[in-house]
């Protein structure tokens, strides 16, 4: 299973950038799928989750700014941010966690880089 993430770019601070994310392969099915970023010098955050039921949730500093959503159609997650923030600038990385041949499974994508500038 591989994920390809896409969207990132160059935007002004205010402005905003929506992440896609869409899995490849062969599983079962998909059990929920996630943004992360790194900014640099950082750890990787938990930024967005989405449950196979469409249940999100949101860190604090992104609530009311950013959106997760799915396309369980087409094995997708996107991530809609608006109202950037300087400090919103890093690598974006989409996750999937799905059931495969007798366990749970985890994949990243590759990352994508979101840089907001003044």
């Known amino acids: 299973v591989q994920l390809q993430a896409s969207g990132g770019g160059f935007v002004q601070a205010g402005g905003s950038l929506r992440l896609s994310c869409a899995a490849s392969?062969?599983?079962?099915?998909?059990?929920?799928m996630a943004w992360y970023r790194q900014a640099p010098g950082k750890q990787r955050e938990l930024v967005a989750t989405i449950s196979s039921g469409g249940i999100t949730n949101y860190v604090d500093n992104v609530k009311g700014r950013f959106s997760i959503s799915r396309d369980n159609a087409k094995s997708a997650v996107y991530l809609q941010m608006n109202s950037l923030k300087l400090e919103d600038t890093a690598v974006y990385y989409c996750?999937?966690?799905?059931?495969?041949?007798?366990?749970?499974?985890?994949?990243w994508g590759q990352g994508t880089l979101v840089t907001v500038s003044s």
């Open positions: 392969g062969m599983y079962y099915s998909i059990v929920a």
């Open positions: 996750n999937m966690q799905y059931m495969g041949p007798g366990a749970l499974y985890g994949v």
